[in-house]
């Protein structure tokens, strides 16, 4: 799952390689206004032995025909030593294919990785390249819900790439600053009003996210009423069952806040949660739930 995570972002929403290009020092001729990007055949070998690459583009220009250039994006979670050969093949048959430079990115979650994949990889005297590489250091932090809201598909790909950092790390919880971003971007989906394009960033990052992280981004995406069947935890509808939809839904939100007021570094005094576990007015506890990412403290966070 968090191999195709961030390239089925790319495959829906390829005009964000645009963004990644530039993140990179990628220079594209041409101002971004006049320029596409249209998903390419990933088949990139012939027969027999054909291997496909991971995602194709090419960013074309207004007007013009042939592309500006092609994209190749491999996404790697560790070293492969035949990878050298194959995407050295990719390279030279895109550019004999389609008759533009190519650029081959690999996308990463771990600096070791980083590392390796930078190369330069030799494959005989005079003959070496190094790929673009993107990994957690080349992404930007996603500091305000706004900001994942301005660049949502680019703040979603820097949520798959912490969840990602996470699992190269083998920890059960992402640290506190990638936790925050991706609840950040969760904040930014769960607003939107299409709710294909808002389930399905719900959705992978749940499938990146280890089973811990789950949790909690399950009881935040719960409190903002994303009740797709992928993420419904059971104990969230037997307790509605038991106790009245309403009860259940101000103590899951009670719960969610709680937790999100600690993962944000703050102290949380007995009196305050206290309050917050008391409080059945689901209209309250939303409000209290959209200041909290970006409250500088728990007070700021109840102010009434």
């Known amino acids: 799952m968090l191999h195709e995570a961030p390239l089925d972002i790319m495959r829906e929403r390829p005009d964000v390689l645009l963004e990644v290009l530039a993140l990179a020092k990628v220079n594209v001729v041409g101002g971004a206004e006049r320029l596409r990007v249209v998903v390419a055949d990933s088949a990139l070998t012939e027969l027999p032995s054909q291997r496909n690459a991971d995602f194709v583009a090419h960013v074309h220009e207004e007007g013009r025909a042939r592309p500006r250039l092609t994209v190749i994006v491999e996404v790697q979670r560790g070293r492969r030593r035949e990878k050298k050969y194959a995407w050295s093949e990719y390279v030279v048959r895109a550019a004999r294919r389609h008759g533009a430079p190519v650029v081959l990115l690999v996308w990463v979650f771990d600096a070791r990785t980083a590392r390796w994949a930078r190369g330069p990889h030799k494959l005989g005297p005079g003959f070496a390249y190094s790929p673009v590489v993107i990994g957690p250091e080349e992404l ?96 969230f509808r037997e307790e509605g069952r038991e106790k009245g939809r309403e009860e259940g839904e101000a103590r899951g939100r009670a719960k969610t806040l709680l937790r999100l007021l600690r993962l944000r570094g703050f102290t949380v005094e007995e009196a305050a949660s206290a309050r917050i576990a008391a409080t059945t007015d689901v209209a309250q506890l939303d409000r209290w739930l959209d200041r909290v990412l970006t409250a500088k403290s728990v007070e700021e966070v109840l102010v009434d």
């Open 140 to 235: 930007p932090a996603v500091g305000s819900v706004e900001a994942a809201a301005a660049h949502l598909d680019l703040a979603t790909l820097v949520a798959l790439t912490r969840l990602g950092e996470a699992a190269a790390k083998k920890t059960d919880l992402p640290e506190e600053a990638a936790q925050a971003e991706v609840l950040r971007v969760a904040a930014a989906a769960v607003a939107l009003s299409d709710e294909d394009v808002r389930d399905r960033i719900a959705t992978a990052s749940h499938g990146a996210a280890s089973v811990a992280f789950r949790g909690i981004l399950e009881q935040f995406l719960e409190a903002h009423h994303m009740r797709t069947l992928e993420l419904l935890k059971e104990e």
